[in-house]
């Protein structure tokens, strides 16, 4: 898209903005409308229009790369256009080597002095009705991070009346610093000193009157909505040089340009990594509400007050209890620029989930908002009436692909990672469940989203069995706030896995025929009517299994599922009502899957594609209820592997510090 730009001076000091609708601009400096509905009460010493349709990725540039020092009022139309060619100038060169039209001169053209004609004049605009239109707006907009089809979309679901006039009304609301318009891929933000900063607070400040909107406008607003934490930018005194272009949404760098009808350039730049939901162009509007601080939490209810509420064990109560206490602590180091962490690890089957509900009713009972998010849908599904049950008279909101909660505002919200692209420094507690799983571990994309998801003096709180190295090793040192759960709620040890030597899977499906003790493991299992999980490394391994299993276990139910299986979701309930005996499956069923009595079968479990977390996930899924709580796994393959060893060792040293806290019994699992 394009949008006009223009500087405004008050009192001596000149800034730079961009508009959607110059005509609520023009009211806006006018100052004549008093504080009524939010307007500006201070009249603007002049204005000029720099361009009124200028593609928006370089009308944003030219706002960013404003210095408020220069000594403006005595510019000329050819001043003004000798800026706007420096600031431009990159931009120009890739217009005219890919052939574009849109040349030096026609930048500045359209320079207008005759500010006094111009400021005041309403044209038509009921300000009024724009100012109650603005307090709709951000009602349905708060902690949203969207791009234009999808602010267009979210107003023709709960606000169809807005339908003609939103422009206006994000106009007003940015005016107010409410609501950030952005090019949805552009430079990273300009960092500046300290003393810079304090002095674009005072502008802004001075710009809309005493006491109106002096902590979220202006320059100070347009930092805060772009802090890339990940980006390293290379800064000189107050200023900064020119930074890599990003996608503001994911924090990727973009992959590509290509010729665009909505801004006129023949070389727009895009975003591949977040297409999914929508295309993030340097011409597309991208919307951010300015975010509101963070709740902060009271010390809240004794562990003992939350195990008689929640049903918790002495080891999720302590676990919870440390939590709370990090909640309620005041922040010092980092909390005015990005969240606290806190890592919750707990053993699988301790119980995660339901340590949380303490935290999430501290942060709900203070007036907060609160997100769980888990990188997968199923997992999403089976948390959804859990917490629908323990919170019912909260606004829930369920987020996935196709969730029909996609414009929900709730207090309450669960949701897979990728729909926290959406959200801006929305949240005052974020917990991020299974933070190793697929697809979180290792997406920078999805890091960025989470980050930005939660307010900078917000919280977070990881929970994982299988941690990822790094922040084992940092809790170890004592650099990263943790609570250790190292029992099951059931309070029994978890089951140790065994290794039996076997043949590849390959080689016993090229010979047709499965070994003995794999066939005699298993008839043990059935003997005792267990719930059979067999895990294999390859999708392909699959059909195979299941032809030799039938025809050795012609009397029992089995079954194979995997991430193609378009029935997979009817197989894992058929397989937790026991309609199913055996299921062979991949790890899209190593964690977020409990089904009490079950024994755990481990195919291949030297192949490189089980690490130590998922070996350690896989054999959590045994032993998980209090009716059977040993369970029995076995590692099955040719080779010994490091892997293996630090799975079996990770599972032993976790039993021995339950011991050792007296959260097992001496005689338990013996």
């Not at 908002?369 to 888990?374: D, N």
């Not at 998922?614 to 080779?639: I, W």
Request: charged content about 20%; hydrophobic content about 45%; glycine content about 10%.
């Amino acid at each position: 898209m394009q949008a006009a730009v223009y500087a405004v001076e008050l009192e001596g000091d000149w800034s730079l903005w961009v508009s959607l609708h110059m005509n609520v601009d023009r009211i806006w400096w006018s100052g004549t409308r008093g504080e009524r509905d939010g307007w500006n009460n201070r009249a603007a010493d002049k204005l000029v229009l720099l361009s009124s349709a200028l593609p928006l990725g370089w009308a944003v540039k030219l706002r960013e790369h404003w210095d408020s020092s220069r000594a403006a009022r005595q510019w000329q139309e050819e001043d003004w256009g000798r800026y706007m060619a420096e600031v431009l100038r990159t931009e120009i060169d890739v217009e005219r080597r890919g052939g574009g039209s849109l040349n030096v001169g026609g930048l500045y053209t359209e320079v207008d002095e005759n500010y006094r004609s111009a400021i005041g004049c309403e044209k038509g605009i009921c300000a009024d009705v724009l100012g109650a239109a603005a307090e709709q707006l951000m009602q349905v907009l708060d902690g949203r991070s969207l791009l234009q089809p999808e602010v267009e979309a979210l107003l023709e679901e709960q606000l169809p009346g807005l339908a003609g006039q939103w422009r206006a009304a994000v106009q007003l609301c940015h005016l107010q610093g409410r609501l950030s318009v952005e090019a949805a891929v552009g430079a990273a933000p300009v960092l500046r000193s300290t003393g810079a900063w304090h002095t674009a607070r005072a502008t802004s400040a001075r710009l809309l009157g005493a006491g109106r909107f002096p902590a979220v406008t202006g320059r100070l607003l347009r930092t805060a909505a772009l802090r890339l934490p990940q980006l390293r930018l290379l800064r000189r005194g107050a200023g900064a040089r020119r930074a890599e272009e990003r996608c503001l949404r994911c924090g990727s760098a973009p992959t590509g340009r290509t010729a665009c009808a909505a801004c006129g350039l023949v070389g727009c730049a895009y975003c591949e990594a977040c297409l999914a939901l929508g295309r993030s162009r340097a011409c597309a509007l991208l919307l951010r509400s300015a975010a509101s601080p963070a709740v902060r939490c009271t010390a809240g209810a004794s562990p003992t007050v939350a195990a008689r509420r929640w049903g918790l064990s002495a080891a999720q109560a302590g676990a919870a209890g440390a939590a709370l206490g990090f909640l309620a602590e005041p922040r010092q180091r980092s909390a005015a620029r990005s969240p606290e962490r806190f890592l919750l690890w707990a053993v699988t089957g301790a119980g995660k989930t339901e340590i949380t509900f303490p935290l999430l009713t501290a942060v709900l009972a203070a007036g907060g908002r609160a997100l769980v998010a888990t990188p997968r849908r199923d997992v999403v599904l089976e948390l959804a009436p859990r917490l629908a049950k323990a919170f019912p008279g909260e606004t829930l909101a369920v987020l996935y692909g196709g969730s029909a909660d996609r414009w929900t505002h709730g207090q309450l919200t669960l949701g897979t990672t990728h729909q926290l692209l959406r959200f801006y420094q929305s949240f005052d507690l974020v917990i991020i469940d299974e933070l190793d799983a697929y697809p979180y571990h290792n997406d920078p994309m999805l890091a960025y989203a989470a980050e930005h998801a939660c307010k900078p003096g917000g919280s977070f709180i990881y929970l994982s069995a299988t941690p990822p190295t790094d922040l084992q090793r940092l809790a170890r040192a004592g650099k990263l706030p943790h609570a250790r759960v190292p029992v099951r709620f059931h309070g029994h040890p978890l089951p140790v896995p065994r290794h039996v030597g076997m043949s590849s899977v390959h080689v016993c499906l090229k010979r047709g025929a499965l070994p003995g003790n794999l066939l005699q493991a298993l008839r043990r299992s059935f003997a005792r009517k267990a719930q059979i999980f067999l895990f294999v490394s390859r999708i392909a391994h699959i059909e195979g299994l299941l032809v030799l299993l039938r025809q050795d276990f012609p009397g029992a139910a089995i079954e194979g599922t995997s991430s193609r299986d378009p029935a997979r979701a009817e197989k894992v309930e058929a397989f937790r009502s026991r309609a199913i005996s055996l299921l062979v499956t991949t790890t899209i069923l190593e964690r977020g899957v409990t089904v009490p009595r079950s024994d755990v079968f481990i195919l291949d479990a030297d192949s490189s594609l089980f690490d130590e977390a998922s070996l350690v996930q896989m054999a959590g899924r045994a032993g998980r209820s209090k009716e059977d709580p040993a369970g029995t796994v076995l590692f099955f393959s040719p080779q010994w592997t490091k892997s293996q060893r630090g799975a079996v060792a990770q599972i032993r040293t976790m039993n021995t510090i339950a011991r050792r806290q007296g959260y097992i019994s001496k005689g338990a699992g013996l």
